[in-house]
T-cell receptor, first 115, second 118 residues
C-alpha cells in the first residue's frame, strides 16, 4: 500500500515570504514517482513536477524548489518570495511502476498568500 | 501543447438518474484514468483502463460505475443511478506512450467535470 501525508492543512503567509510545504510518503516499491500538483480556486490540477526514486537531486524552477530526501521519505516544496497568485491547494502525490499505475494523492495543503 | 479535455464542465442531475462524463485523452496515450474529488477533500483514484479493459479499480468504483472507450478518441465514465454522495469533481487523466512525447510517466489531467446530484 502507498500513502502520502501532508500534515499542513492550511498555511498563510504574507506576500514575499518564503514558504515550505511538507510531504512524507510511504511505499514498499523501490521504484516510484513523486509529484506536486497545484489546484487553484478554478479547480483544475496543474502539474508542477515529477521525480523518480533514483534521482535525489534537488530541483529549482524559478521561485519553486523541491527537496527530495529518501532517507526521511520526504519530498518538500518551497516557494520563494511568494505571490498572491500562488494561493491554491497544493497536492503531493505518489505513483509506482512508471506512472502507469494509479496516483495516490495527499490531502493537500491550502496556501493563502496575503498581500 | 496536447491536453486532456472533459465535457461537460458542470453537470447537474437528479438523484437516481444516469450520467455520462466524457473525456478526450491525449491522442497517442495508452492509459486512461478517472479520479474523484469530493469538495474540500483529496483526489481519489477510481479506475485505470488499458488495452480496452479495466486494469485496476478502487473500492469506490462499485457496480454503479462503468467505463468505456467507445471509439478511438473518447473515454467515458457512466454512473448508472446517481446518489447525493456522488457529487464531486471528476478528473480524467491519460498517460503513456514511451516512444513519444510528452513524458510517458506523467499522468495528464483534464480540467474536471463538476457533478452535482440534487
Amino acid at each position: 500500500a502507498q500513502k502520502v501525508t501532508q500534515a499542513q492543512t492550511e498555511i498563510s503567509v504574507v506576500e514575499k515570504e518564503d514558504v515550505t510545504l511538507d510531504c512524507v510518503y510511504e511505499t514498499r516499491d523501490t521504484t516510484y514517482y513523486l509529484f506536486w500538483y497545484k489546484q487553484p480556486p478554478s479547480g483544475e490540477l496543474v502539474f508542477l513536477i515529477r521525480r523518480n526514486s533514483f534521482d535525489e537531486q534537488n530541483e529549482i524552477s524559478g521561485r519553486y524548489s523541491w527537496n527530495f530526501q529518501k532517507s526521511t521519505s520526504s519530498f518538500n516544496f518551497t516557494i520563494t518570495a511568494s505571490q498572491v497568485v500562488d494561493s491554491a491547494v497544493y497536492f503531493c502525490a505518489l505513483s509506482t511502476s512508471g506512472g502507469y499505475q494509479k496516483v495516490t494523492f495527499g490531502t493537500g495543503t491550502k496556501l493563502q498568500v496575503i498581500p | 501543447e496536447p491536453e486532456v479535455t472533459q465535457t461537460p464542465s458542470h453537470q447537474v442531475t437528479q438523484m437516481g438518474q444516469e450520467v455520462i462524463l466524457r473525456c478526450v485523452p491525449i491522442s497517442n496515450h495508452l492509459y486512461f484514468y478517472w479520479y474523484r474529488q469530493i469538495l474540500g477533500q483529496k483526489v481519489e483514484f477510481l479506475v485505470s483502463f488499458y488495452n480496452n479493459e479495466i486494469s485496476e479499480k478502487s473500492e469506490i468504483f462499485d457496480d454503479q460505475f462503468s467505463v468505456e472507450r467507445p471509439d478511438g478518441s473518447n473515454f467515458t465514465l457512466k454512473i448508472r443511478s446517481t446518489k447525493l454522495e456522488d457529487s464531486a469533481m471528476y478528473f480524467c487523466a491519460s498517460s503513456g506512450n514511451p516512444n513519444r512525447s510528452p513524458s510517458p510517466y506523467e499522468q495528464y489531467f483534464g480540467p474536471g467535470t463538476r457533478l452535482t446530484v440534487t
